[in-house]
């Protein structure tokens, strides 16, 4: 079945700093990828996403490119805010298979950032 | 403001009460689903609702109850809970179940005593 794998957390950085975190997939086909972000006392919202390999989604001076010969969807930041602290999940969505069953979205574990001023 | 609602925003009830959740969605999406999260958990996809139909329900116990009536409002109707079953429930919506992505709603954090 598909899978996705998230580095393991808590990160702490200063501000400034540059982020980098890991994602990896299992998948049978060709998923769509995301990364997720659930700030305190939310629910999770959509960051950025790409549909297809080599693709780069980004937003908010996020950035994840999607890999399909290392199956990564790394997300990454090159200066960070403390607004930026928050639990972030790299997800996979694929299409219904030949069998008939429908595509759900698969999550990693998460992974919280604090990001110190 | 995703465009997906739930309410209550917290809830506490006894062991023994019966109370639902509620989510509404007015994105014109056609799939919702309920997920819940636990501490130091992954996500855990409890139901996924298909053009009002339940497509998908992951070997959830049968003191959680869903109840889809129409494509904007998806119901988690809850009895007998036991302290485990507290966590934040979130409700998401998606165009529909191919490749999209998924509009969550801001949860639900239920404690049971």
């Known amino acids: 079945g598909n899978s996705v794998t998230q580095m393991e957390g808590p990160v702490t950085l200063s501000e400034e700093a540059f982020l980098t975190i890991n994602c990896t997939y299992t998948?049978?086909?060709?998923?769509?990828l995301f990364w997720y972000v659930q700030y305190p006392g939310e629910g999770l919202q959509l960051l950025l996403k790409a549909t297809k390999a080599d693709d780069k989604g980004s937003n908010k001076g996020f950035e994840a490119t999607y890999r399909k010969e290392t199956t990564s969807f790394h997300l990454e930041k090159g200066s960070v805010q403390v607004s930026d602290s928050a639990v972030y999940f790299c997800?996979?969505?694929?299409?219904?298979?030949?069998?008939?069953?429908?595509?759900?979205?698969?999550f990693g574990k998460g992974i919280t950032l604090s990001v110190r001023p | 403001e995703t465009g997906v609602t739930q309410t209550p925003r917290h809830l506490v009830m006894g062991m023994t009460n019966k109370k639902s959740l509620k989510c509404e969605q007015h994105l014109g999406h056609n799939a919702m689903y309920w997920y819940k999260q636990s501490a130091k958990k992954p996500l855990e996809l409890m139901f996924v609702y298909s053009l009002e139909e339940r497509v998908e329900n992951n070997s959830v116990p049968s003191r959680f109850s869903p109840e889809c009536p129409n494509s904007s409002h998806l119901f988690l109707h809850l009895h007998t809970l036991q302290p485990e079953d507290s966590a934040l429930y979130l409700c998401?919506?998606?165009?529909?179940?191919?490749?999209?992505?998924?509009?969550f709603g801001q949860g639900t954090r239920l404690t049971v005593v």
């Open positions: 997800a996979l969505s694929e299409g219904p298979t030949f069998t008939g069953a429908n595509s759900k979205l698969t």
């Open positions: 998401a919506s998606s165009q529909d179940q191919t490749l999209s992505e998924a509009f």
């Open positions: 998948a049978t086909g060709y998923p769509s």
